[in-house]
């Protein structure tokens, strides 16, 4: 049975404004490092990047990895850093995350982990791609099923898949082995629903924005980078890159069309030790 949705109470002409904050990778410790870099110190430079745009957000999407040591304190440290930007916050699962601690401490005035938002004219579908113990991703039937009952329900909105898992493959053949690996399947069957106007994730720690052709024109494709380390786009062999920590902002026309932007902190001010092989 398809489960209820949060309604938001946004005209059906009007934008939908959303921040997408992906892959903090925290610990309990304020302290804590991911491969040189302070991830606590790095999520709160990005969140005053935010709040410096006043963009006019309905709500903040957490596309998984907010842990990094799956520490309850990792969870509610995410709470507490989100608190400046007064949003109403949406979570999904990565593969870092340990999903029942999780959902018992990511809790607070408006933090959901619902799956289905209706807001607008549109409808999110917050997807759980992971898999247990495995840093790859697979889309489960439950999962499926719930694109072809929220579809069904709400045929008249437009959709947009958020999920922790690529897809597509971003051309890092070490990253990409932890891949969504039904991903050409997925894409396949969104591209017979005119509703699916695009599909967003986190995981690959860099920007990514492509098409997919469906049958109703184009499904927008998107990648965001992680609030604290980056990877090298384009690399065999695991390598960071040193462009800074970043967020994404989308305006979800009411027409269906997608306008949206990669923002990385202004400066030089986070420095990934780029010996590293791997964590
Ligand atoms: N050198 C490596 N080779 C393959 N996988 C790695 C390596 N280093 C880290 N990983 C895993 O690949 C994942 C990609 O992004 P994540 O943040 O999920 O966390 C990463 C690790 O789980
Ligand atoms: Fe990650």
């Not at 922790?164 to 997925?186: M, R, T």
Request: net charge negative; aromatic share 8%.
């Amino acid at each position: 049975m398809l489960k209820e949705a949060i309604t938001y109470s946004i005209a059906r002409d009007q934008h939908v404004r959303l921040v997408q904050l992906t892959d903090p990778h925290l610990f309990a410790d304020d302290e804590g490092h991911l491969l040189g870099v302070n991830t606590a110190n790095s999520l709160a430079a990005v969140i005053s990047t935010v709040k410096a745009l006043s963009y006019p957000a309905d709500l903040l999407l957490a596309t998984g990895d907010i842990s990094q040591d799956f520490s309850a304190s990792s969870y509610r440290n995410f709470v507490e850093a989100i608190q400046p930007l007064q949003l109403p916050c949406h979570y999904l699962p990565g593969n870092h995350d340990d999903p029942r601690i999780m959902h018992l401490h990511m809790q607070g005035e408006r933090i959901y982990g619902q799956q289905r938002i209706l807001i607008g004219n549109w409808q999110l579908l917050l997807l759980d791609s992971t898999v247990r113990g495995k840093p790859g991703g697979h889309l489960a039937d439950a999962e499926w099923q719930l694109i072809r009952d929220a579809i069904a329900a709400e045929p008249d909105r437009h959709v947009l898949i958020v999920m922790h898992h690529n897809p597509i493959k971003v051309g890092c053949a070490w990253l990409d082995q932890h891949w969504l690996d039904n991903g050409d399947e997925l894409l396949a069957e969104l591209a017979q629903y005119p509703q699916i106007k695009g599909v967003l994730w986190g995981h690959v720690h860099q920007q990514l924005d492509k098409h997919y052709p469906s049958q109703d024109g184009m499904i927008k494709l998107m990648a965001t980078p992680s609030t604290c380390i980056q990877f090298k786009p384009q690399s065999s062999y695991f390598a960071l890159d040193m462009v800074q920590p970043g967020y994404r902002l989308l305006e979800l026309r009411a027409d269906g069309s997608i306008i949206t932007n990669v923002y990385r902190v202004p400066g030089e001010r986070f420095s990934p030790d780029v010996q590293s092989s791997g964590y």
